[in-house]
């Protein structure tokens, strides 16, 4: 699989926007609600509807 424009490995770019959104979440106040998820491609195949 291509990331083309993305560039780099897809565990990196999963790992780089779960960083972002670790830093979005308390400006926004959505801690007491927000749950990290997993982005489709870190889920195993076989688990993915």
């Known amino acids: 699989m291509s990331f083309g424009v993305f560039g780099g490995s897809p565990c ?12 979005v979440v308390p400006n926004l106040k959505f801690q007491s609600v927000w749950e990290r998820a997993p982005f489709p491609i870190e889920v195993p195949k076989a688990s993915r509807a």
């Not at 780089?16 to 830093?23: F, M």
């Open 12 to 23: 990196r770019l999963c790992a780089e926007q779960h960083a972002r959104e670790a830093k």
